[in-house]
């Protein structure tokens, strides 16, 4: 199940970085894409909390999944900017990248 959580994050991450290309070039993200980026992140979230749920107590595991809710709070926040018609920060998406790079590096640290 892990390795299933690793995959969804990353087929995310790499919708993450459509939409943050769209952004950072002063546009709009693209509804659909905004909405599979969050749908995937949501399932991620739901299998590590079940890897955690399922395993030993591991760590490594907490700390990705404390990161990753703190992206996704990020993430809601940019989603609210979004649905406001309003381009986000450049500031605030690196910062929502960069906790969920940190995420997720966490959760794949735990394989190698």
């Not at 290309?21 to 509804?31: E, T």
Request: aromatic residues 6%.
């Amino acid at each position: 199940m892990l390795n299933i959580s690793i995959l969804i994050f990353a087929v995310a991450a790499l919708g993450g970085v459509f939409l943050a290309s769209k952004v950072l070039a002063g546009k709009l993200a693209p509804w659909p894409v905004s909405i599979v980026h969050a749908l995937l992140g949501a399932a991620g979230l739901v299998t590590l909390i079940l890897v955690i749920m399922e395993g030993p107590e591991n760590n490594r595991l907490t700390a990705a999944l404390a990161l990753l809710v703190v992206a996704a709070l990020g993430g809601f926040y940019l989603a609210s900017l979004h649905a406001k018609s309003a381009i986000a920060p450049k500031g605030v998406i690196f910062i929502h990248a960069s906790v969920a790079v940190a995420g997720f590096l966490t959760l794949l640290s735990i394989l190698l």
